[in-house]
């Protein structure tokens, strides 16, 4: 992002340790003050950054390092995973260039994933 715009352009962040309830108080979850914050950040921004969400920085290095080396690969070998619907696997448009993944129900999904576009070997590091 440009500096002049990150300037301009003040993110919330959600502190997710405030979500860290025990079971029994899983059902006062959506009267929780910080789920307003949630709403009013997805509302006003349509995203958010998060802070303390307990994930440790080698996975998230790793998501990193595996999103750049998905998106580096050859238009030919990121087309064998063209998407048949716009939320499944990878499409590209004039001025666009996705992989979008919600319709993955488990990380088998994710592994067949992989082998379309790796056919030789998949790559455990994507999955």
Aim: hydrophobic share 40%; net charge negative; glycine share 4%.
């Amino acid at each position: 992002m440009p500096s002049s715009l990150q300037n301009e352009v003040d993110l919330p962040f959600i502190d997710m340790s405030q979500f860290q309830l025990e079971f029994e108080e899983l059902n006062l979850l959506p009267h929780h003050p910080a789920v307003a914050t949630v709403k009013e950040a997805c509302q006003k921004w349509g995203f958010f950054r998060v802070l303390n969400a307990g994930i440790p920085i080698h996975l998230l290095q790793n998501v990193e390092r595996a999103i750049h080396e998905l998106c580096g690969m050859p238009p030919e070998v990121k087309d064998r995973a063209i998407a048949s619907s716009p939320a499944d696997g990878y499409s590209r448009m004039l001025t666009l260039e996705k992989f979008c993944f919600l319709n993955l129900p488990h990380s088998d999904s994710v592994q067949a994933l992989s082998r379309q576009i790796w056919p030789e070997t998949g790559n455990p590091n994507f999955w």
